[in-house]
């Protein structure tokens, strides 16, 4: 069977946004300079100290929130939004949605496991409150494959629906931002984990927009 439709960028340059260009520069010398530090191991401090700052200084009960909001950071949780997202698109013949989405996902995937966390190899936090959580912890999967798969459904409503969008990528903010204290809070990442992935999600989202609308 012929596939009708793929992904041909084609005049990118067209779609080059001044200010869009200008963040993604700043998030992407902000992640390199953030891994030099962390490579060299100048803010350990740092993380121990902003680690034991959340843990000593947010109430009993916020054990329950912060194993809530790690859960929805799952993998498990993640696929499971992927393919039912990918469903929705076929079905309303997206195609060029669902195959930015499904290359992203993978991307991030990969890059993730495969070569940032390798290429860094920095230990998890020893004392953890979260069983089976193994390999390395710069930068965090969680924060980066969250923010791309939040932000990728929220810019594909938000073309539909503009109205939406300062509420949407709001919500996807205090997700985020929920998600990364309760993975420090739980042990099981460093607060840089979560800086490092913020770039690296907002770095291939920014990719992801410009293959879309270069695909259109």
């Known amino acids: ?3 009708k ?4 960028p084609k005049n990118i340059t067209n779609h080059f946004n001044l200010l869009q260009v200008t963040i993604f520069s700043f998030v992407f010398i902000f992640f390199i300079i953030l891994s030099y530090y962390v490579a060299k191991g100048d803010l350990n401090y740092l993380d121990i100290y902003l680690q034991e700052l959340i843990q000593n ?3 009993s009960w916020f054990e329950s929130v912060a194993r809530f909001f790690y859960f929805v ?8 939004i992927v393919l039912f997202s990918l469903i929705f698109l076929v079905w309303k013949r997206l195609w060029i949605e669902a195959q930015v989405m499904a290359l992203s996902c993978l ?5 993730i496991d495969k070569v940032l966390k390798p290429l860094f190899a920095i230990p998890r936090p020893v004392d953890r409150m979260v069983d089976n959580v193994y390999g390395y912890s710069y930068p965090s999967g969680h924060g980066s494959g969250n923010l791309l798969l939040y932000l990728l459904i929220t810019y594909f409503i938000t ?14 903010s205090i997700l985020m931002i929920l998600m990364g204290i309760s993975s420090v809070y739980l042990g099981v990442h460093w607060v840089t984990d979560f800086f490092a992935s913020y770039c690296v999600g907002y770095i291939l989202f920014s990719i992801s927009v410009l293959l879309h609308k270069s695909s259109e």
């Open 1 to 3: 069977m012929k596939i």
């Open 107 to 111: 991307s991030v995937l990969l890059l």
């Open 159 to 172: 073309e539909y629906f503009p109205r939406w969008r300062f509420t949407l990528f709001t919500l996807v």
């Open 73 to 80: 950071g799952e993998a498990e949780v993640a696929v499971f």
């Open 5 to 8: 439709y793929i992904i041909k």
């Open 57 to 59: 200084n947010f109430p």
